[in-house]
Structure formats: C-alpha cells, structure tokens
Nanobody, 125 residues
Framework: QVQLVESGGGLVQAGDSLRLSCAAS????????MGWFRQAPGKEREFVAAISWISFSTDYADSVKGRFTISADNAKNTVYLQMNSLKPEDTAVYYC??????????????????WGQGTQVTVSS
C-alpha cells in the first residue's frame, strides 16, 4: 500500500497561482503513475492531470490545459501540480492518487488504488 499526503491548498483570488504537492511513502518501489483529481461541492470527482513514473508523459483535462502543470520528483517520491491563472470554477478539494497498474487509463479514477486525504483549493472572484 502507498500512503499519499497532499499539501499546498488554500484560499486565493482569481488569476493567482498555487502549487500542490503530494508525497508518497510505503510501497513506492512499485508504481506506475500518479494523478490529481478534484471534487467540487455537489459534483462528481473529476480528472485533472496525471503523470507516468516510467516515461513522465502527462495527461490533462481540457479545462486545465495551458494553466496547470503536473511534474514529478523521483528522488523525493513527490508529485506536484502547479496551478496558474486560477478561476473560481477551479474551487474544489484536490486529491492525489497512485496506481501500481501499468497500462491502465490514467484519466480514470478506477485505475488508482491509493488516495490522499485531499486538500482544499478555494478561488475567489
């Protein structure tokens, strides 16, 4: 099992930036990819971004392309989500997730087997 701890959330104004971090511990020797998802009040959890630990290839939701960047630090077992030009509609609890399954869809929450506790991001207009 992999333990994930997110940090970096907060309250910002529209147009500001935030960087979320997700530190992984435990069985990190077997890992395929990590992703970020978010859930706003009254809405379903949605995919935001993902990165492969093997190729470092990335995926993004259309709603965040060009504004968010996902990156990974292998030595620190940490994944980051740099969020620029934040909008009020980005307000949500952001979760990081890890999968040990190679080849599974990185944009599907069902592919992930470990989840963090979430960090709140609030963007005021």
């Amino acid at each position: 099992q992999v333990q994930l701890v997110e940090s970096g959330g907060g309250l910002v104004q529209a147009g500001d930036s935030l960087r979320l971090s997700c530190a992984a511990s435990g069985r990190t020797f077997r890992r395929a990819a990590m992703g970020w998802f978010r859930q706003a009040p009254g809405k379903e959890r949605e995919f935001v971004a993902a990165i492969s630990w093997i190729s470092f290839s990335t995926d993004y939701a259309d709603s965040v392309k060009g504004r968010f960047t996902i990156s990974a630090d292998n030595a620190k077992n940490t994944v980051y989500l740099q969020m620029n030009s934040l909008k009020p509609e980005d307000t949500a609890v952001y979760y990081c997730a890890s999968t040990q399954s190679y080849g599974s869809s990185r944009i599907s929450s069902f592919s992930y087997d470990s989840w963090g506790q979430g960090t709140q991001v609030t963007v005021s207009s």
